[in-house]
């Protein structure tokens, strides 16, 4: 089926430095979403990506993070300055239109900040 | 019950039984979505059932929804090691801000 990339699949990373984190969704699909799992617990919900704009963000999608994607490259996940709560597996999920639909989850991002 | 404040719930059983996963929502949904999440990779969709559907079969797996007391399940048939794999419900609201919110999850084991 589709697939959706991530990289690197882990980054440490000490707290107050910047990190990106980089998706490559699948081809024709517009719409693009972050979700944070911490190890044991739920997925959630950080923020959603349409024709170029932050449709919806949650409450842990921090004043530190922002999401972008330029010129239908990689949709990326950029935190700046991290914090030592930011340590989780971030997936990218994708979707070819919005709600009610399959997202496609890639494999994950494991961040450690130390 | 994959909402509330319980933790990740955890099941085991052999190979060949049937098992059923619930999940209860608190929130309008227009879709409940199944992933499974294997070790150390990202969810896959299994199932996707919509409000206007009470029951959804795929294989060996089958979903239900009641929409009127908010809860879905997955039973899965004559369970197969490969089964093995955390199991999460999404709702999802629908809409153009389409967001999934996730369970806790049941973590099944099945053994031979």
């Known amino acids: 089926g589709p697939k959706v990339l991530q990289i690197p699949s882990h980054q440490i990373i000490d707290m107050g430095q910047m990190v990106t984190l980089n998706c490559d969704p699948v081809?024709?699909?517009?719409?693009f979403y972050w979700y944070k799992q911490i190890l044991g617990q739920q997925m959630e919900f950080l923020v959603n990506?349409?024709?170029?704009?932050?449709?919806?963000k949650s409450k842990l999608f921090k004043d530190q993070f922002s999401v972008e994607r330029p010129d239908g490259s990689y949709f990326t996940l950029k935190i700046q300055p991290t914090a030592l709560e930011d340590s989780a597996v971030y997936f990218c999920?994708?979707?070819?239109?919005?709600?009610?639909?399959?997202?496609?989850f890639g494999p994950g991002t494991r961040l450690t900040v130390l | 019950s994959q909402w509330g404040e319980e933790n990740l719930q955890a099941l085991s059983i052999q190979e060949g039984e049937d098992v059923t996963m619930n999940c209860s929502y608190k929130?309008?949904?227009?879709?409940v979505h199944w992933y499974r999440q294997d070790s150390g990779r990202g969810p896959a969709l299994i199932i996707l059932?919509?409000?206007?559907?009470r029951e959804k079969r795929s294989g060996r797996l089958r979903a239900t929804l009641d929409t009127s007391s908010q809860s879905s399940s997955l039973s899965i048939t004559a369970a197969q090691c490969e089964d093995t794999a955390v199991y999460f419900c999404?709702?999802?609201?629908?809409?153009?801000?389409?967001?999934?919110?996730f369970g806790k999850g049941t973590k099944l084991s099945v053994k031979s």
């Open positions: 059932i919509r409000s206007n559907e």
């Open positions: 999920a994708s979707s070819l239109t919005g709600g009610g639909y399959e997202q496609y």
């Open positions: 929130t309008y949904t227009t879709v």
């Open positions: 999404a709702t999802d609201a629908g809409g153009s801000n389409a967001k999934l919110t």
């Open positions: 081809s024709n699909h517009l719409y």
């Open positions: 990506f349409y024709n170029g704009k932050v449709m919806e």
